[in-house]
């Protein structure tokens, strides 16, 4: 068996404003997303009901779990890393994603070299993968780690940055919808899978989590989730 921080509930923690998987209204209210319905769905199969935590920074995310003392799960676009895997175990990958850079419709760069230039800024989520990346990857950049998505990509939008690293899934998403006078300028093939976390001292929820997942998997929910929330059963 398993165990729960608060009986009969699986306990979720969650970092908002990555659309499509987890997103809310302007004012807080109504946090939905294809990570949302996902954890939402894997809850009512396992008989519990679906306790999902006000939102928390993203770089806050693992600790919780790994503290073991607050949530369940966490679910958030969280990729599987190495490092990562050190402090929480992870579910079966659910999603395949890789990186982007996007910038102003009006930009001239188009391509990484473009970006990787002394004197230019480059926004990411602190504590993601693509901040990892860009790190790394643009070196001469000027790398400025904010608290999420949103500061990224108003700041970028108003010319306080020249680009911003991104989940591609995400910045495609923001991109058509939100950010219009945005757009991706360069895909980064980065191979990324996501997971859910899960404390280490919780091995038996991993696995009946997994069961779920690969039932959610050939019994076709799992792209119908896909379609609703990407247009495509084949993800991202």
């Excluded at 994603?97 to 910038?103: H, P």
């Amino acid at each position: 068996t398993y165990t729960l921080v608060n009986e009969n509930q699986l306990t979720v923690v969650y970092s908002n404003g990555f659309p499509p998987m987890e997103f809310s209204e302007s004012d807080g209210s109504s946090t939905q997303g294809f990570d949302i319905d996902l954890i939402k769905a894997i809850a009512e199969k396992l008989g519990l009901e679906c306790n999902i935590l006000p939102t928390q920074k993203f770089d806050t995310l693992i600790p919780t779990i790994e503290a073991g003392d607050k949530a369940d799960v966490c679910i958030s676009a969280l990729t599987i890393t190495d490092e990562r895997k050190e402090e929480v175990d992870f579910t079966d990958p659910y999603l395949d994603s890789n990186q982007s850079i996007l910038a102003l419709n009006t930009s001239t760069r188009s391509s990484e070299e473009d970006f990787n230039q002394d004197g230019v800024k480059i926004a990411c989520s602190s504590g993601t993968t693509g901040e990892t990346w860009a790190q790394e990857n643009l070196s001469k950049a000027t790398i400025v780690p904010l608290d999420d998505y949103v500061a990224c990509f108003t700041g970028c939008e108003s010319g306080l940055y020249d680009g911003v690293v991104a989940d591609l899934p995400v910045a495609e998403y923001l991109c058509t919808n939100s950010y219009k006078d945005l757009k991706v300028l360069v895909e980064i093939p980065t191979g990324e899978q996501y997971g859910i976390a899960i404390s280490k001292d919780n091995p038996n929820l991993t696995s009946a989590i997994n069961d779920i997942l690969s039932t959610m998997e050939s019994d076709g929910s799992m792209d119908t989730l896909k379609v609703q929330w990407f247009g495509t059963s084949e993800g991202l």
